[in-house]
């Protein structure tokens, strides 16, 4: 039996988040605080002039039941997550979850992984200064005083390199909700990023095959991150998947359809199937002795999945043992 109007009235004003009851492509019926950020004359009106954002439109006129976030609605940067769920064939209620005391959260926890960083990063680097004088033979005072001083130096290094990735994961984060407004070659991405690796390629004896199309449209995004991105992606690849009888590297930017893509590969010794899920999660480590002999942080990919996250792409991970591993991030082009 199909609910009255007054029912439906009742339902709706008996919740505290902002509520509306869409018939066809109307504004049913609309509770006080949907009105209040809203507008007071949306009821009887097109829905279109009550939700003004593109995306939460198509999902509502499609018809379908779904969940998103967005901003935009009752401010710039105001996050909701906006929920459409099918009531009839013709009528459907939207709710709308205020997610502000959430982002503020969360912008407190990335806030102190940041000053933390920071804090640690000028004793850090004082260490290593000694570490490096202790270490070099002309200022030794003997073997075991050199062997300390280059371990100091070792482990220095891996707790700045860990608390640069937790900074700039906790830069990703701070900016996730902010679209990025630069147009970005990703076959420039991937021929710097290219050239900056070429330097930790010769020392692991590596070579990196490049195959780069050109006249690919551009992308909508950050250029420093997703820099970033083919770095990890190729450091990770020269690390872990490069070794005496498989040394070549191969990068490779395309166009596929509407997509643009860049993807990373080896003929290393691979990934167990079992760990693939896990692979972007922090500090998760396959094989932690041989991370730590790597020089690795356990966070490349964790920025990695972040970065392709703020740029609405998506991150696909194949490998099989003794097959080695191909890593392909992929974005919509402008």
């Known amino acids: 039996m199909a609910l009255s109007r007054d029912t439906i009235r009742a339902l709706i004003d008996a919740l505290d988040e902002p509520a509306l009851i869409v018939e066809d492509e109307r504004t049913l019926a609309a509770n006080a605080p949907a009105r209040e950020l809203l507008g007071q004359s949306i009821e009887g009106s097109d829905v279109r002039l009550a939700i003004r954002h593109p995306e939460a439109l198509q999902l509502l006129l499609s018809r379908q039941q779904g969940d998103m976030d967005l901003v935009g609605l009752g401010g710039v940067e105001r996050p909701w997550t906006f929920s459409n769920r099918r009531i009839d064939k013709s009528r459907s209620l939207v709710r709308l979850t205020d997610r502000s005391a959430g982002r503020a959260a969360e912008r407190m926890r990335t806030d102190f992984v940041a000053n933390a960083s920071h804090e640690l990063r000028t004793p850090l680097a004082t260490i290593i200064g000694y570490a490096e004088t202790l270490a070099d033979e002309d200022h030794a005072a003997s073997d075991i005083t050199a062997r300390f001083g280059a371990t100091i130096e070792t482990e220095a290094r891996r707790m700045l390199g860990i608390i640069e990735d937790l900074m700039s994961l906790s830069r990703i984060e701070a900016d996730r909700y ?40 551009p992308i909508t995004g950050d250029f420093g991150q997703l820099l970033q991105l083919a770095d990890n ?25 509407s997509r643009l893509l860049l993807s990373v590969s080896d003929n290393g010794d691979g990934i167990s199937p079992e760990h693939l899920p896990r692979l972007t999660e922090r500090f998760y480590r396959v094989d932690s002795a ?24 998506s991150l696909d991970i194949r490998s099989e043992p003794g097959a080695g591993t191909q890593v392909t991030a992929s974005f919509p082009a402008s």
């Open 290 to 313: 041989r991370s730590r002999d790597s020089g690795g942080t356990g966070l490349g990919l964790a920025i990695v999945k972040h970065i392709v996250e703020r740029h609405r792409g």
């Open 233 to 257: 992606l190729i450091a990770n690849a020269i690390r872990y998947g490069c070794n005496e009888t498989n040394s070549a590297i191969a990068v490779e930017a395309r166009r596929e359809g």
């Open 178 to 217: 902010q679209t990025p407004a630069e147009k970005v070659d990703l076959g420039e991405i991937a021929s710097i990023a290219v050239e900056q690796a070429a330097s930790l390629a010769g020392r692991r004896g590596c070579k990196i095959e490049s195959d780069i199309e050109q006249g690919m449209p």
